[in-house]
């Protein structure tokens, strides 16, 4: 019988994020909400959840958020596509 991989034994950590990965997220929210020094610097965030990559700008969201309420049918005119 094989043993389980080294990196798959569960350490008894929880999976959610800690309190110091939230509180960096939510401080570079706040730091993003900010007028930038230059109109470059600004980075679009998700309306949602703060995500800064993969934004849609039609929407104003990111690429997970988006695909999740879609799926859901709460975005209208946005159907799942299939062929």
């Known amino acids: 019988?094989?043993?389980?991989?080294?990196?798959?034994?569960?350490?008894g950590v929880p999976l959610e994020t800690t309190e110091k990965d939230k509180m960096a997220k939510t401080s570079s929210i706040a730091k993003s909400n900010k007028k930038p020094k230059?109109?470059?610097?600004?980075?679009n965030?998700?309306?949602?959840?703060?995500?800064p990559r993969a934004?849609?700008?039609?929407f104003g969201l990111c690429r997970l958020c988006f695909?999740?309420?879609a799926l859901r049918g709460e975005i209208p005119g946005v159907c799942k596509s299939s062929w």
């Open 45 to 51: 965030r998700c309306k949602l959840c703060g995500r």
């Open 67 to 69: 695909r999740g309420l």
């Open 55 to 58: 934004y849609l700008r039609k």
């Open 1 to 11: 019988m094989r043993e389980a991989p080294q990196g798959a034994i569960d350490s």
């Open 38 to 43: 230059f109109s470059t610097r600004q980075h």
